[in-house]
């Protein structure tokens, strides 16, 4: 190994200490990796002249004068987050440490096609930049989040049900015409998963989120790494058949999926049939949050159904947390309650003792949250910063 290649994993060992944002001194950063401190010293001043590490409020002194403390500069580029789902789109500006600067939401038919839906995002992006006070030139990085199977490796969507038009389209050739940065694109469940631990549960190493809207799908991160699977639709609970189901159809093509009777277009359909006006999940939110009974207890069975799957999933992974997400999850505890209920009941006391089955903290915020960590990891990896950071 050559000096300079040494220097360079130096520099990424000391970076990578840093950026959980704890501000530490030069002696604590030698006592940390076991380097010495002129090495320390010459490998500090060099992510100052990068931009990643900024000093901060200097250390209590012990006698003379104080010690210098440095910590991750989240300011020193931007990142764009984008959640696009099938009737609504996000974009943000977020800084490296993901924390929002701009973003706005608009009604979006993914429908309209990868082109149209992508030169929103560009000119929104742009939009926000300039609102921001920043141009192209400080993006470090795209997160992206879709409604539909991705292939992680190329960011491309594979088959997607809802998305007509998507299939094998080049979400970072396309975007790259515009950004010439990194594009990380990814399932819509999957950066929610990221979104969730980053901001409530950073200490937890085994987490699901589970996504109850339209369809009905799960995050999983196992040892502190999100779990894509072998095709990337790991996590596609929606389509597991379950006992009541029986033989209701689902728009998948086959019959008894857990969709077909717990999204939210499924218990509308439920409660069309007793007679009440219900099209969509969000007039059955309404019913639930005016106290009607019949709704209430909709839920509470959809609940029910969905904890049956995830009863399998928590003996399957054995998950400290399991957050419920979506926009069905705005009924409340009405949901989650049926979770548990199942969840507690069935499972091996040992999988469910210290198991938290919650509602999520970041709400709909989830995905643009999980799009930027995508984006930050990515371009804050010791891989990235190899080859240089912009």
């Known amino acids: 190994m050559n000096g300079e290649s040494t220097n360079a994993s130096g520099v990424n060992q000391l970076f990578q200490l840093l950026r959980d944002g704890v501000p530490r001194t030069r002696a604590e950063l030698a006592k940390s990796t076991g380097l010495a401190r002129s090495t320390v010293a010459a490998r500090?001043?060099?992510?100052?002249?990068?931009?990643?590490?900024?000093?901060?409020?200097?250390?209590?002194?012990?006698?003379?004068?104080?010690?210098?403390?440095?910590?991750?500069?989240?300011?020193a580029k931007v990142v764009i987050a984008a959640d696009i789902g099938a009737s609504h789109a996000t974009v943000a500006v977020t800084d490296l440490s993901g924390s929002v600067l701009a973003d706005q939401t608009e009604p979006l038919d993914i429908g309209l096609g990868p082109e149209h839906v992508l030169n929103w995002l560009v000119d929104g992006a742009s939009t926000l930049l300039s609102?921001?006070?920043?141009?192209s030139s400080h993006v470090a990085a795209i997160g992206v989040g879709v409604p539909g199977p991705v292939e992680h490796s190329t960011g491309q969507p594979v088959n997607p049900p809802i998305m007509p038009g998507w299939d094998r389209f080049d979400i970072p050739g396309w975007l790259n015409q515009h950004l010439d940065v990194p594009v990380l694109v990814d399932n819509d469940v999957n950066i929610m998963a990221l979104g969730e631990r980053s901001v409530a549960w950073p200490a937890v190493d085994h987490l699901m989120f589970i996504k109850v809207a339209t369809g009905i799908g799960a995050g999983l991160i196992s040892g502190g790494t999100l779990q894509r699977g072998a095709q990337g639709?790991?996590?596609?609970?929606?389509?597991?058949?379950?006992?009541?189901?029986?033989?209701?159809?689902?728009r998948c093509g086959n019959r008894g999926c857990l969709e077909a009777i717990a999204s939210g277009p499924a218990i509308a359909r439920t409660l069309r049939e007793h007679g009440l006006e219900a099209r969509t999940g969000s007039d059955v939110v309404d019913?639930?949050?005016?106290?009607?009974?019949?709704?209430?207890?909709?839920?509470?069975?959809?609940g029910r159904d969905i904890g049956e799957v995830l009863t399998i999933c928590v003996s399957l992974i054995n998950p400290s947390v399991i957050a419920i997400g979506g926009s069905m999850a705005r009924v409340g505890e009405h949901l989650i309650a049926g979770v548990r209920e199942v969840v507690y009941t069935r499972s091996i006391p040992l999988a469910t003792e210290h198991l938290a089955i919650v509602q999520s903290a970041t709400a709909e915020r989830a995905a643009v949250i999980g799009a930027s960590m995508l984006a930050i990891e990515h371009v804050l990896s010791p891989d990235a910063l190899a080859v240089g950071f912009r």
């Open 44 to 75: 500090v001043d060099q992510l100052m002249r990068m931009g990643l590490i900024t000093p901060v409020a200097e250390a209590v002194s012990t006698g003379g004068r104080p010690p210098s403390q440095f910590a991750l500069n989240p300011a």
């Open 131 to 135: 609102r921001v006070g920043r141009d």
């Open 233 to 250: 639709v790991a996590g596609d609970i929606g389509h597991v058949q379950v006992a009541r189901a029986a033989n209701v159809p689902c």
């Open 287 to 302: 019913l639930v949050k005016r106290g009607n009974i019949e709704a209430v207890q909709a839920v509470r069975q959809a």
